[in-house]
């Protein structure tokens, strides 16, 4: 199946620091990526749904001036925790649908990124 | 809004067969998932269905009744490696995926 890989796989940061998550699918495009978040015991909640050269569109709730996303290329999506706080130690979690179709139209998931902030 | 339950826990034995129902109110239908999730690790791809009727796939199968707003994941011979959680996705009609909480199943020897 597609493969989408996620980086960094683990991240401990002081609290009021920034980290940058990266998504890339890596042998297919892929015009949107979704961003999820995971706490423990839970299930995936969807943050935002990135878009290949435009904004992103983010869930009520959440705060995009927070949680920065970019999505520069057909192949990449980054999402930045600014000014993270302990609250928001969290597994973060990308993935992506084959823009082409050559799939059921399934999400292709990254391996996630367990953010601890301190 | 969407509306996906599932039950929190199964325990079952290895060899058994194991039965995961999803039930779904949501915005419109493009297809249901069936995801498998191993503690700390990331989802992983187990069944598609978006006609009525069941899909099989080896020792997995996965059901869907759209009009009753019903699915299931059947697993059977289970085997201890089949100890996780099974998560119920569905597709909105603007193609967003929304999880349910999961099924944590444990298979006990």
């Known amino acids: 199946g597609a493969v989408v890989s996620q980086h960094p796989s683990r991240v401990i940061c002081k609290s009021g620091t920034s980290v940058k998550i990266e998504c890339r699918s890596l042998?297919?495009?892929?015009?949107?990526m979704f961003w999820y978040r995971q706490f423990p015991k839970q299930s995936l909640m969807l943050m935002a749904t990135?878009?290949?050269?435009?904004?992103?569109?983010?869930e009520q709730g959440v705060e995009k001036d927070k949680f920065l996303i970019n999505h520069a290329s057909l192949t990449l999506s980054t999402l930045t925790v600014t000014s993270a706080h302990p609250e928001d130690s969290s597994f973060y979690i990308c993935?992506?649908?084959?823009?082409?179709?050559?799939?059921?139209?399934?999400?292709?998931f990254g391996e996630g990124s367990r953010l601890t902030v301190l | 809004g969407q509306n996906i339950d599932q039950p929190t826990e199964m325990t079952a034995t290895e060899g058994a067969i194991v039965q995961i129902n999803c039930t779904y109110q949501t915005s419109g239908f493009n297809g249901l998932f069936w995801y498998q999730q191993h503690a700390g690790e990331a989802p992983t791809f187990l069944s598609y269905?978006?006609?009525?009727g069941l899909e099989e796939k080896g020792r997995f199968s996965s059901f869907l009744s759209r009009s009753k707003g019903y699915s299931y994941l059947l697993l059977k011979e289970l085997q201890m490696k089949d100890s996780a959680s099974y998560l119920c996705a569905v597709y909105s009609h603007d193609y967003k995926l929304s999880f349910g909480a999961g099924t944590t199943v444990t298979v006990r020897a």
């Open positions: 042998d297919f495009q892929a015009t949107t």
């Open positions: 990135s878009n290949e050269g435009s904004k992103a569109t983010y």
């Open positions: 269905n978006v006609l009525d």
């Open positions: 993935s992506a649908r084959d823009s082409e179709g050559h799939s059921t139209g399934e999400l292709f």
